[in-house]
């Protein structure tokens, strides 16, 4: 098994870009996270879902936008992005709620 | 809003010495507490995973503890060594998941 795959590693956006973070896992898990984590600190959720078809805000949703049509696919949208934006982006997935959380190794994101 | 605070942010020990990792939350309403390991530059490798009904999880040199009473989970690391340098961080798993800052450890051969 893969586990829980993200691309691109690494990106550089102009002010004002859009781009597609793409997250995929095989493991059959219900559940889809995506979180950010900036410099020295711990990470905070964006979106979650609980399964095809089905999404909702974590802690820090503006500016990203998710849709999840198949059980294995989470991408996450950013639209017209803000050097506020630039993190490391993290996606995860879990069998059930609060059950153990998998991770993939992240993308790196610039906004200038 | 649950908040959970790692402390120390850092911690420096010499090899072969046991510690302890401190971990603790606002909201004992929490399904489960999972500790992880970040390499930098790395993602987040899972250590343990301690269910709400659970005091204790032990893995090798690992043993994790949990009082939801209290707010407070605790992860022992015995007899450590200089590939044990990381970032730790913890998660409280309650539908969403809210993670520390970690605490970086640094194991000086």
């Known amino acids: 098994n893969a586990g829980v795959t993200q691309t691109p590693k690494f990106r550089i956006l102009k002010i004002g870009q859009s781009m597609t973070l793409q997250c995929a896992q095989d493991m059959n898990h219900n559940y889809m996270y995506w979180y950010r984590q900036d410099p020295g600190m711990g990470l905070k959720l964006i979106y979650y879902s609980v399964g095809a078809g089905i999404t909702d805000k974590g802690e820090v949703p503006n500016g990203y936008n998710v849709s999840r049509s198949t059980t294995e696919d989470f991408p996450l949208r950013l639209e017209l992005a803000a050097p506020s934006q630039t993190s490391v982006y993290f996606c995860a997935s879990s069998l059930q709620t609060s059950y153990e959380q998998y991770f993939g190794p992240g993308t790196r994101l610039t906004v200038t | 809003k649950q908040e959970v605070t790692q402390i120390p942010a850092a911690l420096s020990v010499p090899e072969g010495e046991n510690l302890v990792l401190n971990c603790s939350f606002t909201?004992?309403?929490?399904?489960?507490l999972q500790w992880f390991r970040q390499d930098p530059g790395k993602g987040l490798t899972s250590l343990l995973l301690?269910?709400?009904?659970?005091r204790e999880q032990t893995s090798g040199r690992l043993n994790a503890s949990l009082d939801k009473s209290s707010g407070r989970s605790t992860l022992y690391i015995a007899a450590s060594q200089p590939g044990d340098s990381a970032t730790y961080l913890c998660a409280a798993l309650a539908g969403k998941s809210t993670f520390g800052d970690g605490t970086t450890l640094t194991v000086k051969p």
């Open positions: 909201d004992s309403a929490i399904y489960n």
């Open positions: 301690i269910q709400s009904s659970q």
